[in-house]
T-cell receptor, first 117, second 111 residues
Framework: DAGVTQSPTHLIKTRGQQVTLRCSPI?????VSWYQQVLGQGPQFIFQ???????GRGNFPDRFSARQFPNYSSELNVNALLLGDSALYLC????????????????FGPGTRLLVL | TQLLEQSPQFLSIQEGENLTVYCNSS?????LQWYRQEPGEGPVLLVT?????EVKKLKRLTFQFGDARKDSSLHITAAQPGDTGLYLC???????????FGTGTRLTVIP
């Protein structure tokens, strides 16, 4: 069975540009979460989506947005990139069988490594 | 913000030694998870502890959840080079839909 997949694996952008990252959850999983992991730190929660609706949002500026599609895949969009946005962006999927998404086991993808120059 | 602090931040030991990693917070969590992350990959779940005082064993790894559900520890017996990686604890707050990750402990086991 395929795990969580993310694309692209690596990305280089310049300040001020916009980027879109993509995530396909495990088949049958309806919930997708996005995390940012800066080098040397643990992942920080950005968004959680379930059935195309935002279920949770972390402490990130409005430059960060996301959406979930009918097939449960998701996109994370970051506008007006800053140097500090350089990080590994992780997508995690879970069944979504409970409204308390964090209680469920989340399966992480390999991440997209974004470098902003 | 619910902060989870892990100690030590870095740990380098010889193969066969024992070690303990700590995860501490001032907040109460409804459950706590431990992950291991290797370079170029996402975190992989090792265990979830739910009940205060709970102890779970996974081969040479022993996980404990504090009685007050604010802290946890991971003990590895007879460490092996394959145990090398970044160990992350993550807490689920009551009613929260997201995980709060710790700062991580980078373990290196030298053959």
């Amino acid at each position: 069975d395929a795990g969580v997949t993310q694309s692209p694996t690596h990305l280089i952008k310049t300040r001020g540009q916009q980027v879109t990252l993509r995530c396909s959850p495990i088949s049958g999983h309806k919930s997708v979460s996005w995390y940012q992991q800066v080098l040397g730190q643990g992942p920080q929660f950005i968004f959680q989506y379930y059935e195309k609706e935002e279920r949770g949002r972390g402490n990130f500026p409005d430059r960060f947005s996301a959406r979930q599609f009918p097939n449960y895949s998701s996109e994370l969009n970051v506008n007006a990139l800053l140097l500090g946005d350089s990080a590994l962006y992780l997508c995690a999927s879970s069944l979504g069988s409970t409204w308390r998404g964090a209680q469920e086991t989340q399966y992480f993808g390999p991440g997209t490594r974004l470098l902003v120059l | 913000t619910q902060l989870l602090e892990q100690s030590p931040q870095f740990l380098s030991i010889q193969e066969g030694e024992n070690l303990t990693v700590y995860c501490n917070s001032s907040s109460v969590f409804s459950s706590l998870q431990w992950y291991r992350q290797e370079p170029g990959e996402g975190p992989v779940l090792l265990v979830t502890v739910v009940t205060g005082g709970e102890v779970k064993k996974l081969k040479r790894l022993t996980f404990q959840f504090g009685d007050a559900r604010k802290d946890s520890s991971l003990h590895i017996t007879a460490a092996q080079p394959g145990d090398t990686g970044l160990y992350l604890c993550a807490g689920a707050g009551t009613g929260a839909n997201n995980l709060f990750f710790g700062t991580g402990t980078r373990l290196t086991v030298i053959p």
